[in-house]
């Protein structure tokens, strides 16, 4: 194993790090990155650097941004009395996706997390509750994650939220649609069958 | 989509040119590199400029190497005149692991392949003739891949080198170690016939 480098595998072993990557994709990455040209390792690294330098999370709802406010919270005709709560940046991006929400939304950069330590003070909570105390807004949609970190921190959101007597909306959880109902796993499908909707009542 | 800074998607874009690497898998690295510490984000940068800045080409076979001088060329317990010809640096790293070769290398940077217009004169030979012309070396091992690409340089490679009277091989072709003959391709299965080796002769 010699053959290579030492700097070769340290390259590797830093990219392995990366999520989804395991070592072998790791080496394929440096072996790509050494037959790149010259200017593209240039724009590569800086783009890191640039990237890493000014997106930071927005003042207001903690979205990344390259400006104090994100381009959501900054857009006079997004919906301020409508919060939706994520876990993460990206779950923004993955929501946006669908065109079906027009509020705004705060990023809890995290879950509550027994396992991996992360308890309730560790959530961005703060900003959240001082506008919630402020009254400026009146519709609360938590989208966490259907998992357990999820779940729990669903219910601390409810529960911390709940005395600002504001409408608390939880995103339906149920069967993915294109689906069939016998490849669905059966928490979902027990899920599904437990916040049954009336379609027809008599 | 315009919910994040552009400079975002900018890196993801670079990100998913890597090998193996999709748009969502992009992404989730994207994400990854800022939500690193500060530190770590300059060790990645600095570690991809190092490598890119120090490895270059071994002078003698094309290895990548930090030296003029490949590690393996200049390592005096190697027989330097049987050389083992392969398509890129990666093949030595799988070569090494198998602790079964005891020569030295030699590196194409490439196979002959007409679809991507690489040809015979695009293959890094010049150096390996001048060693064959020098009777340098007694022994050639052709470890090319076993895909188009690679047969139609092995092809090549033969009838470059046969004027030369050293002795020529091809690694083996056949059935892999630990698969089942019911699951292997039957172009693969159809060459281990065709090369079937003798075990036992009357």
């Not at 053959?3 to 072998?24: A, N, Q």
């Not at 005709?77 to 946006?96: F, G, H, M, W, Y």
């Not at 065109?99 to 705004?104: A, D, H, L, T």
């Amino acid at each position: 194993m010699n053959s290579f480098p030492k700097i070769f595998f340290d390259l590797v072993e830093i990219i392995s790090r990366f999520p989804g990557i395991g070592k072998r994709s790791a080496e394929r990455i440096a072996f790509f990155i050494l037959r790149m040209k010259p200017d593209e390792v240039k724009q590569l690294t800086a783009k890191i650097e640039e990237v890493y330098q000014y997106i930071k999370p927005c003042r207001i709802c903690n979205n990344f941004s390259t400006q104090e406010v994100c381009s959501i919270c900054s857009n006079s005709s997004r919906d301020k009395s409508i919060v939706c709560i994520v876990e993460e940046p990206k779950d923004i991006l993955a929501i946006e996706k669908t065109s079906q929400y027009r509020g705004v939304y705060y990023v809890l950069l995290g879950s509550i997390s027994p396992l991996e330590g992360i308890t309730e003070e560790e959530l961005n909570l703060r900003k959240l509750l001082n506008r919630l105390e402020r009254k400026e807004i009146k519709e609360i949609i938590i989208a966490t994650d259907p998992d357990n970190e999820g779940e729990i921190t669903a219910q601390f959101l409810i529960e911390k939220i709940s005395p600002y007597k504001v409408k608390i909306y939880r995103i339906a959880i149920g069967v993915p649609l294109g689906t069939q109902i016998e490849y669905i796993d059966s928490a979902t499908l027990g899920k599904a069958l437990i916040e049954k909707k009336a379609v027809l009542d008599f």
